[in-house]
């Protein structure tokens, strides 16, 4: 992802990393069956990308992806973004960061030294970006086979997100998963791997999980 890791040195804008996405895919599937998994910002950057391009990919997994605008945090994302920068020097920060996205000792030490990476500017772009973003309304027009994750705890607005895209798109599935927030992926590890693998293979789904 641009502006973080590896790709610091590239900026994040929707339509950028739309437009590489495309190239990638383009240079790489040679006629085989292309899917996307995508967490929060990710999870933004997918509906975005089959919302230009409606059936290029098979099959898609957004997770906790935030589809309702937040003008309040777009307006004050450059004070965000200075205190944020700010407050990634403290440890006492981090770890309740990484408390709530469920990030364990074993992904801390990378964890804080992305964090710790992403320049002022980077992080002003990326919240821009994350709280400017709303579901387009050509989302209704997507062919690809999409399941949707959210956790059953996340804010109320993502709460939201989910049923609005859930009930946009024809060709959609998804799911609440019980007593987690915003990281289902590394708050139930084994949970995830199973109900993504039942949608890519389409087996049945682990039972006990609520449907949005």
Known sequence: MPDHGSSKNMKFTMPSVTELLY????????GK???????????????EYLSLNPNHIDKAVIISGHMIQMKTRRKVSKHIAFIGNKLVKFDCFLKKQAKSLYIDEDYY????????????KALNRIINENA????????????????LLYGENECKTMIESAKLLKKTAKNIEGFYISNVGHGISLAKPDLFN???????????????????
């Open 109 to 120: 030490d990378t964890f804080c030294e992305n964090a710790k990476s992403i320049s002022k």
């Open 23 to 30: 190239a990638i895919i383009e240079k790489h599937k040679s």
């Open 33 to 47: 069956p292309v899917y996307m998994v995508g967490f929060s910002l990710g999870a933004q950057v997918i509906v």
């Open 194 to 212: 199973r109900i993504v693998k039942s949608f890519f293979n389409e087996e049945k789904y682990p039972e006990n999980i609520k449907l949005i």
């Open 132 to 147: 400017r973003f709303e579901m387009p309304e050509s989302f209704e027009d997507v062919k690809t086979k999409c399941l």
